[in-house]
């Protein structure tokens, strides 16, 4: 039987495409402290960690510097994220006491290292499955929960010699995903050009609850909501933001005009989120208690929760 979750899908699309579920049970235990064993992620270039690498067809890659010219983990860089350093995805994960999560592409994605969760995004792709064209090939979220479902999933129950159902419980699914869509199908599509705004975020929520339906029947289902605009708004604005975006990483460099976004210099790098601009996002995600920014509670309370908490 389907989850049928778009009466959250409304949510997680107007506030821009960040969420976390977690399918979770009353009897969970945190797990090293951090509240999950592992995560599975899914979405665009903010939190691909290299799964565009070696796709064929693709020019959407990080896989050159200065792309990772910071980043500090083992000896490969660049590795394929869109960043100077790491990304959401990573710095969420060391909130949580995860190790880096390995990426679905990579051929050594195998045995016990897919035990802490997988990575599945695709820089460039989006909620609709055209979107991204621009770049040639992606890995729309469609194929990339169809990766989940057909590919690692099995291989997991199969490992854990467990049913999906005892095993998912135990899990952080992370979406990052729409804001490709908003780019590259309203605001630069010529066809799109005489649809409202309003009519194209109904489109996108409707097409995105089909997505998100996952095909097996679960224990339970709890949503945590970032409102990633408002968030990255009140930092650039906020001068007295306890993160200070001024300490930021030797190489990175703001690619648009320092007026657009007043003192905060290193909040973007090469169009993308610098690992400074990363960090910041995901301490909201793990500790902020404005609801505003995330809802219905922070990342570091939802983990600790029991499902019967939550309802």
């Known amino acids: 039987m389907a989850i049928n979750l778009s009466k959250h899908l409304r949510i997680i699309v107007s506030l821009c495409f960040f969420a976390f579920a977690c399918f979770c049970s009353a009897n969970n235990k945190p797990r ?46 660049p590795t394929g994220r869109f960043s100077n350093g790491k990304n959401v995805a990573d710095l969420i994960g060391d909130h949580l006491k995860l190790p880096l999560i390995p990426s679905f592409a990579n051929t050594q994605t195998q045995g016990d290292s897919i035990l802490y969760g997988v990575n599945f995004a695709s820089g460039g792709s989006g909620i609709f499955n055209e979107t991204g064209v621009i770049w040639g090939k992606v890995i729309s979220l469609h194929e990339q929960i169809t990766n989940f479902e057909g590919v690692t999933l099995p291989k997991l129950e199969s490992r854990l010699r467990s049913q999906r159902d005892k095993i998912l419980p ?3 699914f992370l979406v990052a995903a729409g804001n490709n869509d908003y780019t590259f199908q309203l605001l630069l599509s010529p066809q799109n050009a005489s649809q409202s705004a309003q009519a194209f975020a109904a489109k996108l929520i409707d097409f995105y609850s089909v997505q998100l339906k996952m095909k097996h029947e679960l224990p339970g289902s709890d949503f945590m909501i ?26 990175a460099r703001l690619m648009a005009p320092p007026a657009m976004i007043g003192d905060a210099m290193p909040f973007f790098y090469l169009n993308h989120y610098s690992e400074s601009a990363c960090a910041a996002i995901a301490a909201k995600v793990y500790g902020s208690r404005n609801k505003s920014e995330v809802f219905p509670v922070n990342l570091h309370r939802f983990s600790h929760r029991q499902h019967s908490n939550l309802h």
């Open 32 to 77: 090293n402290g951090g509240g999950f064993k592992g995560m599975f992620i899914f979405g665009s270039s903010v939190v691909d960690n290299g799964n565009n690498n070696n796709l064929k067809g693709s020019t959407s890659k990080a896989n050159f510097l200065p792309y990772g010219i910071d980043f500090n983990v083992g000896p490969i860089k």
């Open 170 to 172: 135990d899990y952080l």
């Open 226 to 251: 970032l409102d990633s605009v408002k968030v990255i708004t009140d930092i650039l604005n906020n001068g007295n933001s306890t993160v200070n975006l001024q300490q930021v990483n030797r190489h």
